[in-house]
């Protein structure tokens, strides 16, 4: 469910038509819709309240790489949500977003020795570690702080979540987490260690999953792994499940489970687990309260269907060239017939393609089209190539708008640059 709908045959977020959005800002623009955030937002708690997750409840860490914009963390930390954060840049947003930092978890293979530093003066709530050597690192760094690190491992559960290989990360080949069987082995070493404190466990499968089986299947693995943990003595006081649930982005597809049944399936899969349960949901918080707003700049024959070249291109929206993603592509107001039509970028690589062959709204130059399920990995991917400044992102709230990230200028992106002293002067 999101808030982006049709009013007198024009696309409104809210109660704003998105023409006039285009009209004062300009196109290419990201649009946020803040209902629909604080609905997704509440609509995951509430599928929540079965779990048994003792005193505290269930925390809710927004994973912030979806979309680390400072308005939209700002929203999800008024409704008390918690965040995942997978940088020091992500950490340092997710405070100055208002988020206390016991409620922040730090994930990702790659935390430098410097993000360890920032993250214990910050105080954070766990560290999610993903190998022996990076516990050995974050046992030096806070042994030379005089402090102390609560952490988890996470553990690759060997699991195929059946999603797309490149945000596929549970499988033993992948990156991710310490291989299972070697769980007891890395647990054990860890306690030995000084700094740290082990006080939990963590799994993250992979994004956009349909099926619920694979997450399942993993959390039965993870069950079974705290069993034996505490077996060998250690304290599981946490137990971090991950996000991943998808989004719908194409209509005529089945839609992935609702955030109802994963709540009941996880509450049957924790049940006398006796820890206080993690997740880190992003996509299905923030993937459809945003579109990528764009004008047709001209559209062009093709040899089956007409080109329809938009303003909007790979490096404002990166997933179909990434992913080979598919994103519902709307007119803002619909002229009638829909056609079949290939959409594409200004940008110089095939990859540039948004849909091929797409049934879609019959547009025109000038016409404003809308990427629908946006808000997801869509800004925070942004680049500026071919020398285009980064996309403008707003956030709608009822009636209201404001810009929340200006539109780069040209001097910005480019009067950063320096030349060397052997160019300088002629
Ligand atoms: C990316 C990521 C998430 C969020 O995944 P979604 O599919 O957006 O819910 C959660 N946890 C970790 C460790 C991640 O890397």
């Known amino acids: 469910m999101d808030h982006f709908l049709y009013r007198d045959g024009v696309m409104h977020a809210e109660d704003v038509p998105l023409t006039l959005i285009a009209e004062a800002v300009g196109t290419p623009t990201y649009v946020y819709s803040t209902a629909t955030i604080e609905r997704h937002a509440r609509v995951f708690k509430e599928a929540l309240a ?34 995942d954060v997978v ?9 100055r977003a208002g988020i206390a930092a016991e409620k922040i978890i730090f994930s990702g293979v790659g935390k430098t020795a410097d993000e360890m530093a920032l993250a214990l003066r910050e105080g954070i709530g766990q560290f999610n570690l993903e190998s022996e050597e990076e516990a050995e690192t974050l ?14 491992f996470r553990i690759n559960p060997d699991v195929d979540a059946g999603t797309h290989a490149k945000i596929s990360t549970g499988k033993s080949e992948n990156k991710f987490g310490i291989p299972y069987a070697g769980a007891i082995a890395a647990y054990a070493r860890a306690a030995e260690r000084p700094g740290v404190r082990v006080q939990g466990i963590a799994v993250h499968i992979g994004s956009q999953l349909t099926d619920l089986t694979p997450l399942e299947a993993a959390f039965g693995r993870i069950g079974a792994l705290i069993a034996e943990l505490r077996a060998a003595g250690h304290a599981i006081a946490t137990a971090d499940l991950g996000g991943g649930l998808g989004v719908p982005y194409d209509p005529s597809q089945p839609a992935p489970p609702p955030p109802a049944l994963y709540g009941a399936m996880v509450a049957k899969a924790t049940k006398g687990w006796n820890a206080r349960l993690i997740f880190e949901p992003g996509r299905v918080i923030i993937g459809n309260a945003g579109v990528l707003l764009t004008r047709v700049i001209r559209v062009k024959p093709g040899a089956a269907n007409p080109f329809v070249i938009v303003d909007a291109a790979m490096n404002d929206l990166m997933r179909p060239a990434l992913y080979d993603a598919w994103h519902d592509i709307r007119a803002i107001v619909p002229r009638g017939p829909r056609v079949a039509a290939n959409v594409v970028g200004p940008v110089c690589e095939t990859g540039d393609t948004f849909a091929m062959g797409r049934a879609m709204d019959r547009v025109e130059a ?33 009636a209201d708008w404001s810009v929340v990230r200006p539109r780069q200028s040209l001097e910005q992106l480019i009067g950063e640059e320096r030349l060397p002293n052997w160019l300088q002067g002629d």
Do not use: C, H, Q
């Open 366 to 398: 000038g016409d404003l089209v809308a990427f629908m399920t946006a808000g997801a990995y869509a800004a925070t991917m942004a680049s500026t190539y071919n020398s285009r400044p980064l996309t403008p992102e707003i956030v709608v709230n009822g």
């Open 50 to 83: 079965d779990v048994e997750s003792g005193p505290d409840g269930p925390l809710v860490a927004y994973a912030v790489k979806a979309n680390p914009n400072a308005a939209v963390l700002a929203t999800l930390a008024r409704l008390g949500l918690g965040a």
């Open 87 to 95: 940088s020091g840049g992500e950490l340092v947003r997710a405070r």
């Open 139 to 152: 046992s030096a760094v806070a042994t030379s702080l005089g402090m102390e690190a609560r952490v988890a």
